[in-house]
């Protein structure tokens, strides 16, 4: 009995000890395998809507032990050349590593709902910064008018040709400006999101100057009527381009 039963009580050590040694040395394993992820080299400062090149990444190699979740939430190293042309969305420093949320994508395409008009208005490039606005904000313009001073007769002076005979001096203009609004954005040139992720995908244009804004149609499909509102602004900006139209960004209703 001894014999089959120390024969039995071998085999099964021997078979504890190969997976103690298996699992010892899996661990080590692990420790010196790793996984490559994508980071920017040292040196280099790229800054937001800078192109990222070739030459700004490199491959960081971590510990396969020590990765935990991150690869759910960075770039591996087989994924450069997909990124290579993109734009920053934000600043990076060498020995960073791209992570995934920093590569959003902009929203497909606009939606109007029922009853609704996208409606363009060019705005002066010296009163507005589109970096600070962002489609789903609400805005309200500033809108310069220019109208003759009818209570004012033209002043009569000397015509200067010896007769005495009065000349009309040309009547004087008063200057002033409506606020029309408040209007909810859009678009921003053909921008649909964020200025970082449009700094991603192209840099800033001079089509930022264009906003598309939202308005009330009070008519049909067929026979569309703007807004009250919305048509005075129409009218306006016909009459003085885009000269010294201003943008108020009114106060974000998000809770903070």
Do not use: C
Not at 63 to 79: A, Q, S
Request: hydrophobic content about 40%; glycine content about 10%.
């Amino acid at each position: 009995m001894k014999g089959p039963i120390g024969l039995v009580v071998a085999l099964l050590l021997g078979v504890l000890a190969a997976a103690l040694n298996w699992v010892y040395l899996e661990g080590k394993t692990r420790q010196v395998r790793s996984v490559s992820f994508l980071g920017i080299r040292e040196g280099a400062a790229i800054r937001p809507g800078d192109e990222i090149q070739d030459a700004d990444l490199v491959e960081v190699r971590i510990p396969e032990l020590h990765t935990g979740k991150l690869k759910d939430y960075v770039y591996f190293y087989d994924d450069r050349e997909t990124l290579k042309g993109f734009r920053a969305t934000r600043p990076y420093l060498g020995g960073e590593l791209l992570r995934r949320e920093d590569f959003r994508t902009p929203p497909p395409e606009l939606r109007l709902a029922k009853g609704q008009l996208l409606a363009w208005l060019s705005v002066d490039s010296r009163s507005f910064v589109p970096e600070l606005v962002n489609p789903g904000d609400r805005v309200t313009f500033i809108v310069p008018t220019a109208t003759p001073r009818a209570a004012l007769q033209p002043t009569p002076v000397d015509a200067g040709d010896g007769t005495g005979a009065p000349a009309a001096a040309p009547a004087p203009m008063a200057s002033n400006v409506e606020m029309i609004g408040p209007f909810v954005i859009a678009a921003i040139g053909s921008r649909l999101g964020s200025a970082e992720v449009s700094r991603a995908a192209r840099g800033r244009g001079m089509s930022d100057y264009e906003l598309g804004i939202v308005v009330k149609n009070e008519g049909t499909d067929a026979e569309p009527r703007l807004e009250a509102k919305a048509a005075r602004l129409a009218e306006l900006s016909r009459r003085v381009g885009n000269q010294g139209i201003g943008v108020l960004l009114h106060p974000s209703t998000e809770a903070r």
